[in-house]
């Protein structure tokens, strides 16, 4: 794949981004934004946009470590905090988790991260109620499609700006909005236990899989072609079936259709419907 | 043609707010007729918003409606190209944009082609046009395309037969694509190539050229701004003369821009080449005539 395809022209990303929270935190009718802020790339290139958008002042960033988490991370928050300056707190999450899993001490790491990723929703959407502010999503592309993310967790938020930029593009755009090295360096990483990084969770990395999924998804190319164009048979259908098994966490819960006007079937108005 | 001068609304609407988006008509009409243009073009859906979905029914309007009186009214001083859902006698909707001039309704342009693909879902809300036609104005003969219709050829060829000199191109087009491949800026002919605009901007801006270019005509587009369930409209109005040449284009961002047309330079392009003139429509009939044969044949 020819490098200019994935290239993104970042201040038109910026220009679109800027304009969609503006926009549709105003068409909610509000004026501020609630965000996670962990330390990582998309946070801080969300947090980055919403300042944009709103205004520093209009955008409160919250770190929610657990007693596992790297130290660094919340270094890098604050980080991010100073570049962009917005407002910030740290609501550490470990006595809720752990008097949780006190009652189930088998839960494996799945369970414990997903735990706290939930765990970090349901701050994130109490300060929304608190403030009058709209939830900023930090989901990427790449993640969305491989379902790398808790649903109902890291995935919920009213708005996310970054989940049509695969992770390769989220690098660029970071670049583009002057973030801290420390955050743009590092290896991602979902940071439930010291020294993870999602690279090593996976077993590949994000240049190598959104080449791919550039492949796959933007340009459709089937298994044939993408064996023609030099991808390991193998890597394609386990990143396929990666998709494919995550579907149900991009889409709204099943409602069984009874009548003629099911919500979201038969019953469909825009989201910014009345606003 | 005659002189023309023309405005350009490049505005965002508020979804399914009819009352709201007409203030903001009047308001828009007002500045216009001020500023000396005769006419004033607002994009697609102008009235309504677009991602109206099963809002459809709640917002559309008989042409007898009061909004459309009020316009009318207001045409009277400026001619006015608006967009609205249109309620019609066999009751159903359909995605139309009205001329108004004199206080009065001068045509009414049923769009024609109503994407349903990708990103788009118009013809399940909306029923399709089936006329595309040139009408007669103080300025001179005028066809109106809406947004889609234009990556039709078809559509703009048979306003060139009808002797269109302007075709205006109300619009509602999100702005797609954004890799620096999609937004490259092509061969020039435009006043302001450094304007940030996407890829689906790039793509439109060569049609409206090549639209101008070969049937010699004015086009005039006006497309959305703002943001509707996520989606960014992508703004790029632009006028472009009978030569192909960009003379006005717009970035993202909302914009009223005033532009005189010279039918001059209509005179000039249509003598160094005259497509209209030598167009065999003799020739285009017999053969669409032979070619839906042979596919019913199929």
Not at chain 1, 101 to 114: E, H, K, T
Not at chain 1, 165 to 189: E, N
Request: charged share 25%; net charge negative.
């Amino acid at each position: 794949m020819p490098a200019r395809a994935s290239t993104i022209d970042a201040a038109l990303v910026e220009r679109l981004l800027v304009g969609f929270i503006r926009e549709e935190v105003a068409s909610a009718g509000l004026t501020d934004a609630v965000l996670g802020l962990s330390g990582g790339i998309d946070s801080a290139v969300s947090c980055a946009l919403a300042a944009r958008a709103l205004g520093p002042e209009h955008v409160l960033a919250i770190c929610m470590p657990y007693a596992s988490s790297d130290p660094a991370s919340e270094r890098d928050a604050r980080e991010v905090v100073s570049n962009t300056g917005v407002r910030f707190d740290v609501v550490e999450i470990t006595p809720q988790i752990d008097a949780y899993f006190a009652a189930v001490p088998d839960a494996d790491r799945m369970r414990r991260g997903n735990k706290m990723a939930r765990e970090r929703m349901t701050i994130l959407y109490d300060r929304s109620a608190a403030e009058r502010a709209l939830v900023i999503g930090t989901s990427n592309k790449t993640e969305l499609l491989l379902g790398y993310g808790t649903l109902f967790g890291d995935m919920a938020s009213a708005l996310n700006p970054i989940g049509d930029l695969y992770k390769i593009q989220v690098f660029a755009l970071a670049r583009h909005l002057g973030l801290p090295a420390s955050v743009i360096d590092k290896p991602p990483s979902a940071d439930l236990w010291a020294g993870q990084t999602d690279e090593e969770e996976m077993g590949f990395g994000y240049d190598e899989v959104d080449a791919l999924l550039l492949e796959m998804v933007e340009r459709r190319l089937d298994d044939s072609q993408l064996a023609a164009e030099g991808y390991d048979p193998e890597f394609v259908t386990r990143v396929r079936r990666m998709i494919v098994s995550s579907q149900f966490k991009r889409r709204m819960p099943l409602i069984a259709k009874l009548t003629d006007r099911t919500i979201n079937q038969d019953f469909r108005y825009p989201r910014d419907w009345g606003r | 043609m005659k002189p023309l001068t023309v405005s350009l609304v490049q505005a965002d609407a508020v979804l399914g707010a009819v009352a709201r988006n007409l203030d903001a008509h009047l308001a828009q009409v007002g500045a216009a007729a001020a500023a000396g243009a005769g006419l004033v073009v607002f994009p697609e859906l102008s009235l309504t918003g677009y991602v109206l979905r099963d809002l459809t029914p709640e917002v559309a309007l008989r042409l007898d409606a009061e909004p459309i009186r009020v316009l009318r009214e207001a045409s009277r001083d400026i001619d006015i190209v608006f967009g609205f859902i249109e309620e019609c006698d066999d009751h159903h909707m359909r995605n139309s944009a009205a001329y108004l001039s004199g206080g009065e309704i001068v045509h009414v342009h049923r769009k024609v082609y109503l994407p349903t693909y990708s990103m788009f879902e118009e013809g399940r809300y909306w029923g399709p046009g089936d006329t595309v036609a040139a009408f007669d104005t103080r300025f001179g003969r005028i066809g109106i395309l809406t947004c889609e219709d234009v990556w039709h050829v078809s559509m703009s060829y048979l306003l060139f037969a009808d002797r269109a000199d302007i075709i205006l191109v109300p619009s509602a087009s999100p702005a797609r694509g954004i890799t620096v491949d999609e937004t490259a800026v092509g061969d020039g002919g435009s006043p302001s190539d450094a304007l940030l605009l996407s890829g689906s901007s790039r793509t439109w801006e060569g049609l409206l050229r090549h639209q101008s270019a070969s049937f010699n005509v004015y086009t005039v587009y006006v497309n959305r701004v703002g943001v509707e369930d996520g989606t960014t409209f992508a703004g790029g109005s632009r006028v472009v003369g009978p030569n192909g040449r960009n003379l006005l284009e717009f970035g993202l961002d909302a914009e009223v821009g005033t532009l005189a047309l010279d039918p001059e330079l209509l005179l000039r392009r249509r003598t160094a080449v005259p497509m209209l003139r030598d167009e065999r429509l003799d020739v285009t009939l017999g053969n669409l005539e032979r070619i839906a044969r042979s596919r019913f044949d199929d």
